[in-house]
């Protein structure tokens, strides 16, 4: 009874505190309305005397763009937690995602797709684009180089990028995963490629020598230079602790990379609490969502070139009201966002929607509205000189 009782008084206690935190940051941290029914499971089902000393893992996710990185993670984490599509650079930004596994918590770090200085040229990425995989690495106890086996051009050769990064971090220790195998039939071919990225082996204690041993600062230097990423010739990389064959659409081999990344986790505290499965804002989610959606959408390079604004966030209760506006450049590309009779407009919301409700659980309203540049509005100026009177006459 006494336990009983102290279960029911530690339960009110948390719905309390839950209270205050909420009504001061409302906006913020919507997932502090999930916390309560998590907490609840969590204190039944936990026994302080037997309770398994916490493990955690970073990771780096890093590969080429547009090689599976962020329907992985989705995958491996079974939430929509990163915004996917159809289109290159979907992902502009660094984000932690959270996976806990018994008494181990995955930290997997979602990277922008890595590029050459040409790429960066064409689609006019800035530098926080380009800091943002170099961050991760940095901060990674594991990097998981997600490779695209379904392009015929370039799944024989690692991406020079890659490549750079791997020589500057030798000493983190690295896997390999062979995205999209469910598109290739001939699995003779995946055999080919795990020999050719693997340069002949799997793990460093069987070669005695690195491929770029004794030139390291040459190699680095060669992939500063503009590079025509088709011209490269074939390479890969002696030191993959391990070699793994995925499908992150279809989940196929995801369970074998959670449970080898659990293998590699240290004892030392959770940063994250349970409960949390991203450090990204409610409001990023949607923005990010919106701009995916968009470019699956939308024909050719229009998607690009849009700016995508939250002009109101709120929380109702059990529902969250988002209003997004969108800059188009004209009313030319304003008619190509909405669609006719704005149905396009309606079908993108409708899938930001879903993917929102999936991750609160919770109900959601968003509306988008397209925004020309010559309709958005200006704030009046006002002339702060002193005016001379004039004389009489």
């Known amino acids: 009874m006494n336990k009983q009782r102290k279960m029911e008084g530690l339960l009110i206690l948390n719905k309390r505190s839950l209270k205050v935190l909420s009504s001061q940051f409302n906006q913020c941290t919507i997932f502090i309305r999930r916390l309560y029914s998590v907490e609840k499971q969590s204190v039944f089902n936990k026994n302080s005397n037997d309770a398994a000393k916490e493990k955690t893992i970073k990771v780096a996710i890093i590969g080429a763009p547009n090689a599976g990185k962020s329907s992985f ?60 995989c170099n961050s991760s690495i940095e901060n990674a106890d594991l990097i998981a180089v997600i490779h695209d086996v379904s392009n015929s051009y370039t799944r024989n050769v690692l991406h020079p990028t890659i490549l750079e990064a791997l020589v500057t971090n030798k000493t983190v220790p690295s896997i390999l995963i062979m995205n999209k195998i469910d598109m290739i039939r001939a699995k003779r071919i995946l055999l080919d490629l795990v020999r050719i990225l693997t340069e002949g082996t799997l793990t460093c204690k069987q070669r005695e020598y690195l491929p770029w041993k004794g030139r390291e600062e040459k190699f680095l230097a060669d992939m500063k230079r503009p590079v025509k990423y088709k011209n490269v010739k074939s390479a ?13 659409l ?52 229009i998607p690009y070139h849009l700016q995508c604004e939250m002009e109101l966030f709120e ?41 929102i409700i999936e991750l609160y659980n919770s109900n959601v309203s968003i509306v988008l509205n397209v925004v020309p ?14 005016r001379q009177n004039k004389p009489l006459q």
């Open 73 to 132: 993670i989705n995958t491996i984490t079974n939430h929509r937690i990163c915004p996917t599509s159809r289109k290159v650079h979907t992902t502009l930004t660094r984000s932690a995602n959270i996976y806990n596994k018994a008494n181990t918590q995955m930290i997997l770090f979602d990277t922008p797709g890595l590029t050459t200085v040409n790429e960066n040229k064409k689609y006019k990425l800035n530098d926080e684009y380009i800091r943002a």
């Open 373 to 386: 540049k010559h309709k958005s509005f200006k704030k009046p100026t006002f002339d702060t000189k002193p």
């Open 250 to 301: 279809s989940g196929d081999g995801v369970k074998r990379v959670a449970n080898y990344i659990s293998e590699q986790s240290r004892e030392k505290p959770w940063e994250y609490p349970e409960y949390q499965f991203t450090d990204q804002r409610a409001e990023d989610l949607i923005i990010n969502n919106v701009r995916a959606a968009l470019l699956d959408f939308l024909p050719q390079e």
């Open 315 to 355: 929380v109702e209760k059990n529902r969250i009201n988002a209003y997004v506006n969108i800059h188009a450049k004209n009313e030319r590309i304003e008619k190509v966002i909405s669609g006719f009779d704005i149905k396009r407009l309606k079908q993108i919301s409708e899938v930001v929607a879903s993917n």
């Open 236 to 248: 890969g990389w002696a030191y993959f602790s391990e070699v793994f064959m995925v499908s992150a």
